[in-house]
T-cell receptor
Framework: DARVTQTPRDKVTEMGQEVTMRCQPI?????VFWYRQTMMQGLELLAY????????DSGMPKDRFSAEMPDATLATLKIQPSEPRDSAVYFC????????????FGSGTRLTVV | AQKITQTQPGMFVQEKEAVTLDCTYD???????LFWYKQPSSGEMIFLIY??????QNATEGRYSLNFQKARKSANLVISASQLGDSAMYFC??????????????FGTGTRLQVTL
C-alpha cells in the first residue's frame, strides 16, 4: 500500500530550539497538506502545496513557522524558535488532482515542547 | 461561522448495533465534497467514505454509509453492526470548490465513539 511517511514520529524539544518535520508524499501525488491537531483547536490546516508551489499558508504563524517542498518527494515544516504552545500532532497528507477523492494522511509527528 | 458541525462529543453503542454520527455543514458553493475519517487511539487518520454534492445516491463502503440530506446540509455517518474495533474518534470534513483538483479539507471537532459489549 502506498503511504505518506512522516519523520520523526515523536519529538521532544526544549523551548527555543528549532524543529524540522519531514514528509514524503505518495509518489505521483501533487498536492501536500500540513495539518496541526490539538485538543483545543482540533484539526487546523497550516499550509498546502500543489506541484511544490505554496497555495495557502494562511493558517501558519509566519513569524516562526515555515513550510517548503524542496522537491516532489519531500515536504518540510520548520518551527524556529519553538514554544510550548506548539505542542501538538502535526499531520502531513497528500492528494492528487487526478484523484480528488482520496487524501492520504501520514501517521503524524507528535511534538512536545518543554 | 463553523463550516462543519459535529454536535456529539461522545457516543456509546453496543456491539452489533447500528449508530449514526451527525454532521452538518455550511457552504454556498454548489460543488463540494464531504468526507468521514476515523482516528483510532493510535492516532492515524483513516479515510472511510466520500460523498460528492452532485452524487444522486448515498455513498456506501462496507458497513459505512453516508446519509446525505442536501437540503438540510447534513451528512451523517451510519455504522452498521458495530464492532469493538470501531471505537475511535470520527471526523467529518468538507472540501469546497470541488473543481476536480485536490483542495483543502475543513474538519469538524469530531465525535468519540465507544463500542461496548
Amino acid at each position: 500500500d502506498a503511504r505518506v511517511t512522516q519523520t520523526p514520529r515523536d519529538k521532544v524539544t526544549e523551548m527555543g530550539q528549532e524543529v524540522t518535520m519531514r514528509c514524503q508524499p505518495i509518489l505521483g501525488h501533487n498536492t501536500v497538506f500540513w495539518y496541526r491537531q490539538t485538543m483545543m483547536q482540533g484539526l487546523e490546516l497550516l499550509a498546502y502545496f500543489r506541484n511544490r508551489a505554496p497555495l495557502d499558508d494562511s493558517g501558519m504563524p509566519k513569524d516562526r513557522f515555515s513550510a517548503e517542498m524542496p522537491d516532489a518527494t519531500l515536504a518540510t515544516l520548520k518551527i524556529q524558535p519553538s514554544e510550548p504552545r506548539d505542542s501538538a500532532v502535526y499531520f502531513c497528507a497528500s492528494g492528487s488532482s487526478m484523484d480528488p477523492y482520496g487524501y492520504t494522511f501520514g501517521s503524524g509527528t507528535r511534538l512536545t515542547v518543554v | 461561522a463553523q463550516k462543519i458541525t459535529q454536535t456529539q462529543p461522545g457516543m456509546f453503542v453496543q456491539e452489533k448495533e447500528a449508530v449514526t454520527l451527525d454532521c452538518t455543514y455550511d457552504t454556498s458553493d454548489p460543488s463540494y465534497g464531504l468526507f468521514w475519517y476515523k482516528q483510532p487511539s493510535s492516532g492515524e487518520m483513516i479515510f472511510l467514505i466520500y460523498q460528492g454534492s452532485y452524487d444522486q445516491q448515498n455513498a456506501t463502503e462496507g458497513r459505512y454509509s453516508l446519509n446525505f440530506q442536501k437540503a438540510r446540509k447534513s451528512a451523517n455517518l451510519v455504522i452498521s453492526a458495530s464492532q469493538l474495533g470501531d471505537s475511535a474518534m470520527y471526523f467529518c470534513a468538507m472540501r469546497e470548490d470541488f473543481t476536480g483538483t485536490a483542495s483543502k479539507l475543513t474538519f469538524g471537532t469530531g465525535t468519540r465513539l465507544q463500542v461496548t459489549l
